[in-house]
T-cell receptor, first 113, second 114 residues
Framework: GQQLNQSPQSMFIQEGEDVSMNCTSS?????WLWYKQEPGEGPVLLIALYKAGELTSNGRLTAQFGITRKDSFLNISASIPSDVGIYFC?????????????FGQGTTLQVKP | DAGVIQSPRHEVTEMGQEVTLRCKPI?????LFWYRQTMMRGLELLIY????????DSGMPEDRFSAKMPNASFSTLKIQPSEPRDSAVYFC????????????FGPGTRLLVL
């Protein structure tokens, strides 16, 4: 089945540092989404990308839809302790895939104050 | 504006018992999704509905699992009989038209089957 490869699997950084994570796929997608999940909660949508090459920001977060439509990255600038959580990428809309989201395995982020 | 509502938030049951998980999607959302999350397998889509009709149930692990959506504001996921390997967090998500691309998740039900 379709899979997304998300990396890195985990990160432990110092407060104030920038963070970068990415997802790659063997299939093309029409939509890329980035979610954050905090302990005991469901994933919360951070950024949605709908066009190849699109670069979108949400505060300190920036995400891009790869030009090949097979990858996406998420950057977090000047990390703070509340950025801690698991970040998931998700792709949707590849040929033969109607409405379903395919999720990456997640990147666990720890921020040291 | 209330988000996706799930109940119960936690469920502990014994093997062989029936478990029913409930979900109320965001009003006006035509798509509803049920996911299961485990450490080993991550987030897995079990089934999704469009306008109360099941569209894809290929992720439902076996016949012990069933899902219904009797109306636009309510869905259930039932496991009967439950087994220890069903222990996981079950999420419901909903999405507006047209394609269900931006899904909004509920807080999840943490199920433990002893």
């Amino acid at each position: 089945g379709q899979q997304l490869n998300q990396s890195p699997q985990s990160m432990f950084i110092q407060e104030g540092e920038d963070v970068s994570m990415n997802c790659t796929s063997s299939s093309i997608f029409n939509t890329w989404l980035w979610y954050k999940q905090e302990p005991g909660e469901g994933p919360v949508l951070l950024i949605a990308l709908y066009k190849a090459g699109e670069l979108t920001s949400n505060g300190r977060l920036t995400a891009q839809f790869g030009i090949t439509r097979k990858d996406s990255f998420l950057n977090i600038s000047a990390s703070i302790p509340s950025d801690v959580g698991i970040y998931f990428c998700a792709g949707q809309g590849s040929p033969g895939n109607t409405g379903k989201l395919i999720f990456g395995q997640g990147t666990t982020l720890q921020v040291k104050p | 504006d209330a988000g996706v509502i799930q109940s119960p938030r936690h469920e502990v049951t014994e093997m062989g018992q029936e478990v029913t998980l409930r979900c109320k999607p965001i009003s006006g959302h035509d798509y509803l999704f049920w996911y299961r999350q485990t450490m080993m397998r991550g987030l897995e889509l079990l089934i999704y509905f469009n306008n109360n009709v099941p569209i894809d149930d290929s992720g439902m692990p076996e016949d012990r699992f069933s899902a219904k959506m009797p109306n636009a504001s309510f869905s259930t996921l039932k496991i009967q009989p439950s087994e220890p390997r069903d222990s996981a967090v079950y999420f419901c998500a909903s999405s507006p038209t047209p394609v269900g691309e931006t899904q909004y998740f509920g807080p999840g039900t943490r199920l433990l089957v002893l």
